[in-house]
């Protein structure tokens, strides 16, 4: 792993120091669009961007803002430097590399992905019959994601544990008190991660089946096929970032349903055709992800001057809020039009590749939930404060309990 000047540590530009104060940052947000929508945090050397039309700019330019990179908000460990990693380049190398991982995806289009996505949702859902109160993180948001993209890349479904606790660990977010210990459980997960992935590569290449993996083995870069390395490598990106993301979603859909909109639940169960917006509307309002970029040529294109070699963070949760593009944007409304314009999954070259299964999932998910059941209630005496854990998408729901009607 790379050492602690490589990191950008997000906590030390927000002061926001509580975990209450980490899931709700939207208050801080407002304060910087309106008044340092361009911030310099000079002891990181670091620019921040916060509206959507700036965000939206760091995140497509990239001969002005560049994915090659020495400093990260996540680390940049030294063997994903491989050419099967579609993080650390720009076009037009990165068209390469993502075309081929997009040659693993395509055999299996998300029509034929569909029947076995939604007998996982139905097995889980069907689990819950019979509670009274349930917790949907341990239900459905953890188990759903994983299942899915461990089932899609090949990987045995017993072993879902296991991969859920090297990618939590792979997706910690580092901190300046424990950067130490975090950075040695990273590099002892990625270690286990790759012996445990080798074997089954091996396997695949000999024996290859209807899967993501085996999809690998045979795809070609530039004439020539992937190493067993290189395959491990991007099974480990797509396993990693198949999980973490969508369980935040999930969670995060129950949360809003709750908390951010009143009666949104029976909206939902008297019209299902809302669901997808609604799974729009809560990536818009309650994801506070954020990206970033080296600076790679002298620019003033957003006011200052910024110097090549220096990092931005695009804010893309503050940009989401941005009222010249979302009016009312503090407001959680399911029948927004034109909410699909948000930024969670980023834009241009690097826009998430797992987007349209993630927004399946959570579509299904959330239409075969509400088909199920009557209603759902808050849990009284919950507080989301005691509930939280840091990831790299800000503050993340670790448990979630809600009441269920039949």
């Known amino acids: 792993m790379n050492g602690k000047r490589q990191m950008i540590l997000l906590n030390e530009i927000t002061k926001l120091n509580t975990k209450q104060a980490g899931w709700e940052p939207y208050a801080w947000y407002k304060e910087m669009r309106d008044n340092s929508p361009v911030y310099y945090d000079a002891e990181q050397d670091v620019w921040n961007v916060f509206l959507y039309d700036h965000v939206k700019r760091v995140l497509f330019d990239h001969e002005l803002f560049s994915n090659k990179k020495q400093r990260s908000l996540i680390p940049i460990p030294d063997r994903l430097e491989s050419r099967s990693n579609v993080n650390l380049v720009d076009p037009p190398d990165h068209r390469k590399r993502r075309a081929l991982l997009s040659q693993a995806f395509t055999p299996r289009s998300l029509k034929e992905w569909e029947p076995r996505i939604q007998g996982i949702v139905d097995e889980l859902i069907a689990n819950m019959e019979g509670f009274l109160t349930i917790d949907i993180v341990e239900k459905l948001a953890i188990p759903l994601p994983v299942t899915v993209i461990a089932d899609l890349l090949g990987v045995p479904s017993q072993d879902r544990h296991l991969i859920k606790g090297w990618s939590d660990i792979l997706f910690l977010p580092y901190n300046t008190e424990a950067y130490a210990d975090i950075d040695r459980r990273k590099g002892i997960a990625m270690k ?16 290859p089946e209807d899967d ?36 935040t979603l999930l969670s995060n859909i129950f949360y809003s349903i709750l908390y951010d909109g009143p009666n949104v639940y029976q ?31 002298d620019t003033n294109v957003f006011g200052p001057q910024m110097k090549e070699g220096q990092a931005i963070v695009a804010w893309i949760g503050a940009a989401n809020r941005d009222e010249s593009q979302f009016a009312n944007a503090d407001i959680f409304d399911i029948h927004r039009s034109g909410n699909q314009r948000h930024l969670a999954f980023g834009a241009g070259p690097h826009f998430c590749l797992g987007a349209p299964l993630a927004r399946m999932e959570a579509n299904m998910a959330l239409a075969s939930f509400v088909k199920r059941f009557a ?31 039949t």
């Open 212 to 247: 993501i993996i085996s999809d690998l083995t045979k795809a070609e870069l530039e004439g020539e096929r992937l190493t067993d390395e290189e395959v491990v490598m991007s099974a480990i990106g797509l396993l990693g970032a198949g999980n973490e993301t969508t369980t």
């Open 375 to 405: 209603g759902i209630h808050r849990v009284e005496a919950f507080d989301v404060g005691e509930h939280l854990t840091e990831s790299i998408a800000g503050q993340s729901l670790t448990s979630l309990p809600i009441g269920l009607q």
């Open 267 to 297: 909206q939902l169960k008297a019209d299902l055709s809302l669901v997808p917006n609604a799974v729009e509307e809560v990536l818009r309002f309650r994801f506070p992800a954020s990206m970033d970029r080296r600076v790679a040529q």
């Open 192 to 207: 286990e991660f790759v012996e445990y992935l080798y074997p089954i590569v091996l396997k695949k290449r000999q024996h």
